[in-house]
């Protein structure tokens, strides 16, 4: 299932024994090398806050605490917060607690300055849209080109895996343990859902899985959300410092990304190379938690 926190501590364990310099660099320290500041955004990306980063440059987040999350909304899957905060030793518990940051863990523990500079990589990192969506875009366009635009040197290999359909696990299908809801995961990352997912009479996508619109990338915390659509061509990031209650979809992100796809194909209609109409509709369809939500509260949906 979806490791959350600790997914981030193997990956850095992997890197610290792979590779390669002899320096057994953490994630990152691997990262702000190799990709950061050849792409220039080493000042406004890190996996451990450095002390000269002033406190003015950093967002503050507005984010629940103690028991509120408790207090049913209908945006988190059924039981997934009572799991975290009541329940440690489940498995939810474990992928959320550890490091165990406070004894009932928030969103706002990561507000904390001391816990900026730890290297927790799936979870304390700072930066811009900007330097997120950068990264992101660096695999588009290594896709793109066939390789001829590669900055950072992604292998034919990493760029399969990042493509490769995701796939049901052997034991639970498509059902995250973690999460309690059905995920597509694979390479670290949330990938497309699989093509036959279901469609209403309407045509409407049932989006019962947590899954990226196309491409790959992942969700995080409080609603942020970054990833690439080689398809459509363009690397996407949003990050918000109040924090929501959606696994995926916060309506904000959402419409932010209605208008982008409707903008896309805008330019795709006009830049002469008849490239073939984007499917708006199943890109932009929302999570089946977040459609609950929004229903209970439509002044949230996207503007028409």
Request: charged share 25%.
């Given at each position: 299932g979806?490791?959350?926190v600790m997914l981030g501590f193997y990956e850095s364990a992997?890197?610290?024994?792979?590779?390669?310099?002899?320096r057994e660099r953490t994630l990152g320290q691997y990262l702000h090398d190799e990709a950061f500041v050849p792409l220039g955004i080493d000042r406004e990306l890190y996996i451990g806050l450095t002390d000269d980063v002033p406190d003015s440059r950093l967002a503050k987040l507005d984010a629940m605490s103690g028991l509120e999350p408790l207090w049913p909304t209908g945006a988190y899957p059924d039981g997934f917060m009572r799991r975290i905060l009541l329940h440690p030793k489940s498995y939810t518990g474990r992928a959320f607690r550890n490091p165990r940051l406070s004894s009932m863990p928030s969103i706002a523990d990561y507000d904390r300055r001391e816990v900026k500079a730890l290297e927790i990589p799936s979870a304390a990192a700072q930066g811009t849209a900007r330097a997120v969506a950068t990264l992101y875009r660096a695999a588009e366009r290594?896709?793109?080109?066939?390789?001829?635009?590669?900055?950072?040197?992604?292998s034919d290999e990493a760029l399969a895996l990042f493509t490769a359909p995701a796939r049901p696990g052997r034991k639970n299908g498509w059902m995250d343990e973690i999460l309690g809801i059905e995920a597509c995961l694979g390479?670290?990352?949330?990938?497309?859902?699989?093509?036959?997912?279901?469609?209403?009479?309407?045509?409407?996508?049932?989006?019962?899985?947590?899954?990226v619109p196309s491409g790959f990338g992942t969700p995080g915390a409080g609603g942020s959300f970054a990833y690439c659509d080689p398809h459509a061509e363009v690397a996407y990031c949003y990050i918000p410092n109040r924090c929501g209650q959606f696994?995926?979809?916060?309506?904000r992100d959402l419409a932010l990304r209605d208008k982008m796809y409707e903008t896309v194909q805008t330019i795709r209609e006009t830049d002469g190379r008849n490239l073939p109409r984007l499917d708006i509709k199943r890109l932009t369809t929302a999570h089946y938690?977040?459609?609950?939500?929004?229903?209970?509260?439509?002044?949230?949906?996207?503007?028409?």
């Open positions: 979806y490791m959350a992997i890197v610290q024994l792979t590779e390669g310099s002899g290594a896709i793109n080109t066939a390789g001829t635009d590669n900055p950072l040197g992604l390479g670290g990352m949330l990938l497309p859902p699989p093509p036959n997912e279901s469609l209403d009479d309407d045509g409407d996508a049932d989006r019962r899985f947590v899954s696994i995926l979809d916060d309506p938690l977040t459609k609950r939500y929004t229903d209970m509260y439509p002044e949230l949906k996207p503007l028409p």
